[in-house]
């Protein structure tokens, strides 16, 4: 098994940004890639972003997030930047063998708010 704990959301402005991070333990072996996903109020959980050996964005953060990772910590980073309203949900960072759409993921975490207000 894997566990999942993400930090770092909060409020912030339109224009601001925040660091989400993502920290895992347990079983980790194998399971390298890891995904961002976020939750609107009434809206299907969306890709943000992933990594494995490369990164991938959707194009409505590409050029303002950027995703990292600190292998030594076991710790996944999304840097968020130029955050609009339309960022706002529950963000959620997911495990798994292979990056891919979130039907690809095996493990996930308990989310975190990110509010971006106008």
């Known amino acids: 098994q894997v566990q999942l704990v993400e930090s770092g959301g909060g409020l912030v402005q339109a224009g601001g940004s925040l660091r989400l991070s993502c920290a895992a333990s347990?079983?980790?072996?194998?399971?390298?890639?890891r995904g961002w996903f976020r939750q609107a109020p009434g809206k299907e959980r969306e890709f943000v972003a992933a990594?494995?050996?490369?990164?991938y964005y959707a194009d409505s953060v590409k050029g303002r997030f950027t995703v990292s990772r600190d292998n030594a910590k076991n710790t996944v980073y999304l840097q968020m930047n130029s955050l609009k309203p339309e960022d706002t949900g529950v963000y959620y960072c997911?495990?798994?063998?292979?990056?891919?759409?979130?039907?690809?993921?095996?493990?996930w975490g308990q989310g975190t708010q990110v509010t971006v207000s106008s």
């Open positions: 990594i494995g050996g490369n990164t």
């Open positions: 347990g079983r980790t072996f194998g399971i390298y890639a």
């Open positions: 997911a495990a798994g063998r292979i990056p891919g759409p979130k039907e690809q993921y095996d493990y």
